[in-house]
């Protein structure tokens, strides 16, 4: 059986980046799996800039920013496995894998990260109505097939969903020579960050309608259009509002969900609201010597926070392999009014160096509002903005040293008017 003291499950941004900080804090028997053929993850598609200005201070493009850790992984022992798909890891942490060079093996592991990332919401899990016409894609399977396998999906686009990978294939679409109709979007407001808004929808024109969704897509071997339709304030399409667009194209952008079939297989707590485990301070989960990072844990809206959690993960690693990672934690966190989710769920004060930083989602947009962080009727610190949106991610650091003057029990997160 293979032996190692950390096996990182997933070579994206999160897996590379607990990777390097594990080894840089002196683990060195490191083995990454990744199932695609390349490291990188979901990067190695995005070939847009804007990656890397908060962690590197640089505008890069996605495999230019993966390409920076690849080769940090390149400067040290870390081994790597592509092609390889993890199957599922034992309570001993025997992490079982399969590839078609290997076939199966059996890997025993002191520490496990996982960083497996997240996937896309297709149409079925959305109940759209229509037959089953060519022409409806999921954005980043549009993306993978323009970016990397060279295939145009179509010609005349509509899509569904304003997140940030529906935004950006809005412009690609267009930089290829199609016309993108209109981009539907569900909600009062976008999902996407403002800066996509500006420079993938207003820049070219392309409409976003809000409070608009697609009822049903026509065409049976190709996708010949799609009914929209404005909803009300319960989401249900209005009839009168019902209006046919010609197309030959569906692109989805309608939410991304966690990886977390091994997680949850492996007897892991998973979190409702994030749908991805139960993480303390340095990304620990609730199973001893497992810790997860990255869009795993929940969904980022930039990679440079990707990287930053799954630097913390690998600092975890080394504190348990050295047995000094402290297991019991002196705070839980809460999302109160207008919080979505709060991670990390739980605190010990003895594995921070100097601060903590809570990473949240607010529920709507909120103009002239401050989120607050409570212990009882205590408020303990406080971040302003100009505007809390859902689609960006909101982070709330909190000093070490405030923290070690309260008592242990739950920190509580809330968005107030100011």
Not at 2 to 16: M, Q, S
Not at 141 to 155: D, H, L, S
Not at 336 to 363: E, K
Request: aromatic share 6%; proline share 3%.
């Amino acid at each position: 059986m293979l032996k190692y003291e950390l096996v990182v499950i997933g070579g994206g941004p999160a897996g590379l980046s607990a990777a390097v900080e594990a080894y840089e804090q002196g683990v060195r028997k490191i083995l990454i799996l990744e199932r695609d053929k390349e490291l990188g993850g979901i990067l190695n598609q995005c070939i847009h800039n804007g990656f890397g200005l908060h962690r590197f201070k640089e505008e890069l493009t996605g495999p230019e920013y993966s390409l920076r850790y690849i080769d940090l992984v390149k400067d040290t022992t870390i081994e790597t496995l592509t092609d390889t798909m993890v199957l599922e890891i034992s309570e001993q942490k025997v992490v079982r894998a399969i590839s078609a060079e290997r076939g199966y093996m059996e890997i025993e592991a002191k520490a496990v990260v996982f960083s497996m990332g997240c996937r896309e919401r297709t149409r079925g899990a959305i109940q759209l109505q229509g037959d089953r016409p060519a022409g409806v894609f999921t954005a980043g399977t549009a993306q993978r097939f323009i970016n990397m396998e060279g295939y145009m999906p179509g010609k005349r686009v509509v899509i569904l969903g304003s997140g940030d990978i529906g935004l950006i294939m809005a412009r690609r679409m267009t930089f290829e020579g199609a016309k993108v109709e209109a981009v539907c979007e569900l909600m009062p407001y976008s999902n996407g960050l403002t800066r996509n808004i500006v420079q993938c929808l207003d820049d070219y024109d392309i409409p976003l309608m809000l409070s608009h969704t697609i009822v049903k897509v026509h065409g049976k071997a190709r996708v010949e259009g799609v009914t929209i339709a404005k909803v009300d304030e319960n989401f249900k399409p209005i009839p009168e509002s019902f209006k046919r667009i010609d197309c030959d194209t569906v692109l989805l952008s309608v939410g991304l969900i966690p990886e977390n079939e091994i997680t949850q297989n492996a007897g892991i707590a998973v979190d409702t609201r994030t749908s991805g485990p139960k993480v303390g301070e340095l990304r620990q989960t609730e199973m001893e010597g497992v810790f997860a990072c990255g869009n795993v844990v929940h969904v980022h809206d930039l990679v440079d926070f990707v990287s930053e959690e799954g630097a913390l993960s690998g600092k975890g690693v080394a504190k348990y392999l050295k047995g000094e990672l402290e297991t019991t934690p002196n705070f839980s966190t809460a999302n109160s009014d207008g919080i979505g989710y709060v991670v990390p769920q739980t605190v010990n004060l003895s594995n921070v160096d100097d601060q903590v930083t809570f990473y949240m989602r607010v529920r709507s947009v909120y103009d002239k509002h401050i989120v607050r962080a409570y212990q009882g009727d205590t408020l303990i610190a406080e971040k302003k903005e100009r505007k809390f949106l859902p689609a960006e991610m909101v982070n709330f650091k909190i000093k070490k040293e405030i923290l070690a003057n309260l008592a242990d029990g739950e920190i509580r997160f809330v968005v107030e008017e100011v």
